[in-house]
């Protein structure tokens, strides 16, 4: 089976390379789109940089209100459940 023709870009003065229409579309990455940027061995890798910085349960536990008792895990479940059976339209 034959490679397909690499896609070729070009480094401008100011240091930009327009991504080809072909990967921007097949990845859906619009204008504004955030990469990390990796030096590899091989080249540079591109990755969608992720749209919320790590965090753990702990630093963000308890920031929304909540008026009333704390609901017990048998409840919590019941929630997820009950919302789960409501968006797939099942019994």
């Keep these: 089976m034959a490679r397909p023709d690499p896609l070729i870009t070009t480094v401008s003065t ?3 390379v327009i991504l080809p229409r072909a990967i921007r579309k097949r990845r859906d990455w619009d204008a504004g789109t955030r990469l990390i940027v990796e030096d590899t061995p091989e080249g540079v890798l591109l990755k969608p940089a992720p749209t ?7 630093a963000v536990f308890g920031m929304l209100p909540h008026a009333g008792a704390p609901k017990t895990l048998e409840e919590m479940e019941a929630g997820v459940l009950a919302e789960a059976r409501r968006r797939h339209g099942r019994d």
């Design 14 to 16: 100011k240091g930009q």
């Design 52 to 58: 919320f910085a790590p965090t753990r349960s702990d």
